[in-house]
């Protein structure tokens, strides 16, 4: 669906508002207002990925030829063209330039495109951004790869919230503690800046905060050094090409761990040998964890049934069920003969010193 029009300027600083506080920010308004804009929602098979591709890098030099930006475009400040960088922020986007929804129909050469042809329903008819999560199933409506499975029987699930008294708030500490103080719904986040590779993670957190203003979204640093998680915080509002991140997003309270105090605590609850960037976790009002998910570089927010599990948190509602974790065909059978005799040496060759 497409439309062209010349944009308000408040809904361009609405779109914009991550940027509200960067010296650019007047300027790239000006722009925005000075013609036309035409505002598209594209669907199909990784979409948002294929979609950035066609766009070209941030940097006009940087893009390739045959990249919308690499052939029209110049200077970084004249990029052309805006492109969601993820399926949660495409949804936000939507909202905004659509508010009235969008129309959509089966294409009569879908047959021509995919095997499965995806519905109108589907793709954002009726049914539009209404989720596909299910029991195995995530958001985007694909199988959830075991290895990232959360089971019933997770040990985490059912637990308090740890104590986070100990953390130091690099940003929105006082955020933190008033909705801590009132109750509210929390999700809480795990991240690095040595994790590179799941920057995405917390710019994906942040636009499904502004999503849910009435869930407090944290974000608690892996880092060993203060100075390192600080660091990364100010890079909010620039490009990170290399993580096809066209503008970063930490818009939520963050904080320092000292001494791993939280990460431990919620380590000995789970009985976990580490938890490291990605792992999140969703807290009701009364403080207990209802569900955690592990996200990694290539599997996001919107691959799971995090968002879904959260709108359900928060409507009162069961809670998709993955079942208890299937047991592992490959472990070891015990041995149940009997153990003993000079037919049993289990140091064949000698005291063991090669084992």
């Known amino acids: ?38 505002c598209m929602v594209w669907e199909g098979m990784n979409a948002v990925k294929e979609g950035r591709k066609m766009l070209g890098a941030t940097k006009p030099a940087d893009s390739a030829l045959g990249t919308i930006r690499g052939d029209f475009c110049i200077d970084v400040g004249r990029n052309l063209c805006h492109g969601s ?9 939507i909202k905004l330039w659509f508010p009235e929804g969008l129309l959509s129909w089966d294409d009569h050469s879908a047959t021509w495109v995919y095997e499965n042809p995806p519905t ?35 040990m985490m699930i059912g637990n308090k919230l740890v104590d986070l008294e100990s953390l130091d708030w690099l940003q929105k500490g006082d955020e933190a503690a008033d909705a801590i103080k009132t109750g509210k719904f929390i999700v809480v986040f795990f991240w690095g800046k040595y994790a590179k590779g799941d920057y995405k ?8 905060a502004k999503q849910n203003p009435d869930i407090a979204f944290f974000g608690i640093a892996c880092d060993a050094e203060r100075a390192d998680a600080a660091k990364l915080l100010t890079k909010v509002g ?28 919620f380590k000995r609850m789970a009985m976990l040998s580490s938890i490291g960037p ?15 998910e592990q996200f990694t570089s290539s599997y996001f927010v919107a691959d799971g049934q995090f968002i879904e599990q959260l ?4 409507a009162g509602e069961d809670l998709i069920s993955n079942g208890p974790r299937p047991e592992d065909e490959d472990e070891e059978e015990e041995i ?17 010193a090669d084992y």
């Open 1 to 38: 669906m497409a439309s062209s029009s010349s944009p308000t300027k408040e809904l361009l600083e609405q779109h914009y508002a991550d940027l509200a506080t960067k010296k650019f920010f007047p300027g790239l308004i000006e722009y925005m207002l000075s013609g036309p804009v035409c």
């Open 85 to 93: 960088d993820a399926v949660e922020s495409a949804q936000h986007e």
């Open 120 to 154: 109108a329903a589907a793709a954002g008819g009726a049914d539009a951004g209404a989720s596909k999560a299910a029991a195995g199933v995530g958001c985007n409506g694909k199988p959830i790869n075991e290895k990232y499975m959360t089971y019933s029987d997770n």
């Open 201 to 208: 993670l917390v710019v994906h957190m942040s636009q499904l």
């Open 238 to 265: 620039t490009a990170m090409p290399e993580q096809a991140i066209d503008n970063f997003e930490a818009d939520v309270p963050m904080a320092f761990d000292p001494e791993k105090k939280v990460n431990s605590a």
């Open 278 to 292: 990605g792992y999140s976790m969703i807290i009701d009002k009364m403080g207990s964890i209802k569900w955690v």
């Open 311 to 314: 709108r359900r948190v928060q």
């Open 336 to 352: 149940t003969g009997a153990v003993g005799g000079d037919e049993f040496d289990a140091f064949a060759d000698g005291d063991g």
